[in-house]
């Protein structure tokens, strides 16, 4: 059974810094591609950022050179490093694997 969960979520001020994590647990991929959307209220899930197997990462231009996706050495632990935080940044954040999602993690953006 694949599963994903996801932490690191919280409240931070404009202009700081939150790193998210996800755990893959029970892939038969070994060579992982993952994949961190959000959903802000009362707006559809985006895709935020994707890293594959092969550390190719790929992001929106929303958040291009503020956010940053990584993997661990081990490979089953994903991050989303995310700087320079904004309001228009809040959102329940979730990874994917395949069609495996994540709970969420929220995050909240305010002074």
């Known amino acids: 059974q694949v599963r994903l969960v996801e932490s690191g979520g919280g409240l931070v001020q404009p202009g700081g810094s939150l790193r998210l994590s996800c755990v893959v647990t029970?892939?038969?991929?070994?060579?992982?591609?993952i994949h961190w959307y959000r959903q802000a209220p009362g707006k559809e899930r985006e895709l935020v950022a994707t890293i594959t197997g092969y550390n190719i990462t790929g992001a929106v231009d929303s958040v291009k050179g503020r956010f940053t996706i990584s993997r661990d050495f081990a490979g089953n632990t994903f991050y989303l490093q995310m700087n320079s935080l904004k309001p228009e940044d809040t959102a329940v954040y979730y990874c994917?694997?395949?069609?495996?999602w994540g709970q969420g993690t929220q995050v909240t953006v305010s002074s």
């Open positions: 994917k694997h395949f069609d495996y």
């Open positions: 029970g892939s038969i991929d070994r060579i992982y591609t």
